[in-house]
């Protein structure tokens, strides 16, 4: 049976991928190479140091690297080098609370578990190449039920800042973590107001919950308990 193609394009992404398991590692390069024109393998390594090696040759559009080899104790970003003009989209073993907030702190675009799909593996990469955020349907749970009052994912939250936002700026707040766009113009138009606008929102967040940028604002927004959810609705 041919493979689906589900995206074609006269330049085809250029993956990278960073697996430790052979037989995973095997298994991706197949189905990314299944999807030629659209995408293509163009290096493979099972270190981030092997990776970072073949980067100036490989040239890749995005990486896409096992969680743990992206994220360890001793390592809070991802190194300069790797995420620089490129992709990053992580795989982990299973999606969590913490292994969202720590492939968002990290800097990664789009975290996927093993029960992905072959199928979303590759909505994933077209996805975040194109400059969405993707976290798949676990993670944006685990982000929903935060936002809508369901148990908080860290234990115990601080009501706080969420308490001082508008209504307003709950609506947006919800957008940033159920719309994964990057650009502010694409946020703008789903919220049906200017970028100028959205800009003066965001900023009012960013101060009110001592954050700096629309990725902590995600991790902050799935990781703590938000009350009254009618004015979010």
Same mark, same amino acid.
């Given at each position: 049976?041919?493979?689906?193609?589900? *995206?074609? !394009?006269?330049?085809? +992404?250029?993956?990278?991928?960073?697996? %430790? #398991? $052979?037989?995973? &590692? @095997?298994?991706?390069?197949?189905?990314?190479?299944?999807?030629?024109?659209?995408?293509?393998?163009?290096?493979?390594?099972?270190?981030?140091?092997?990776?970072?090696?073949?980067?100036?040759?490989?040239?890749?559009?995005?990486?896409?690297?096992?969680?743990?080899?992206?994220?360890?104790?001793?390592?809070?970003?991802?190194?300069?080098?790797?995420?620089?003009?490129?992709?990053?989209?992580?795989?982990?073993?299973?999606?969590?609370?913490?292994?969202?907030?720590?492939?968002?702190?990290?800097?990664?675009?789009?975290?996927?578990?093993? *029960?992905? !799909?072959?199928?979303? +593996?590759?909505?994933?990469?077209?996805? %975040? #190449? $194109?400059?969405? &955020? @993707?976290?798949?349907?676990?993670?944006?749970?685990?982000?929903?039920?935060?936002?809508?009052?369901?148990?908080?994912?860290?234990?115990?939250?601080?009501?706080?800042?969420?308490?001082?936002?508008?209504?307003?700026?709950?609506?947006?707040?919800?957008?940033?973590?159920?719309?994964?766009?990057?650009?502010?113009?694409?946020?703008?138009?789903?919220?049906?107001?200017?970028?100028?606008?959205?800009?003066?929102?965001?900023?009012?967040?960013?101060?009110?919950?001592?954050?700096?940028?629309?990725?902590?604002?995600?991790?902050?927004?799935? *990781?703590?308990?938000?009350?009254?959810?009618?004015?979010?609705?």
């Amino acid at each position: 049976m041919t493979p689906q193609r589900l *995206s074609i !394009s006269e330049t085809p +992404i250029r993956v990278m991928v960073v697996e %430790t #398991h $052979q037989l995973i &590692l @095997w298994a991706l390069t197949k189905l990314i190479n299944s999807h030629r024109p659209g995408m293509e393998v163009v290096g493979v390594a099972g270190t981030q140091s092997d990776a970072l090696l073949q980067l100036p040759a490989v040239a890749p559009d995005l990486v896409l690297m096992k969680y743990e080899l992206a994220v360890t104790a001793h390592q809070t970003t991802l190194p300069e080098v790797l995420t620089c003009g490129r992709h990053t989209l992580l795989f982990a073993e299973e999606v969590g609370a913490d292994t969202l907030a720590s492939a968002l702190r990290c800097g990664a675009h789009g975290l996927l578990s093993r *029960s992905s !799909s072959a199928d979303e +593996i590759v909505k994933a990469i077209e996805k %975040t #190449h $194109q400059g969405e &955020l @993707w976290f798949g349907r676990e993670a944006t749970c685990l982000a929903l039920n935060a936002l809508r009052g369901g148990e908080s994912v860290r234990g115990h939250a601080h009501h706080d800042g969420l308490d001082a936002l508008t209504p307003r700026e709950r609506r947006v707040l919800q957008a940033v973590v159920t719309n994964k766009v990057r650009t502010n113009r694409d946020l703008a138009k789903i919220l049906f107001i200017s970028e100028s606008t959205l800009r003066n929102h965001l900023s009012s967040i960013y101060q009110k919950l001592g954050l700096s940028n629309r990725l902590d604002l995600y991790v902050y927004a799935q *990781s703590h308990l938000v009350t009254n959810t009618a004015e979010i609705a």
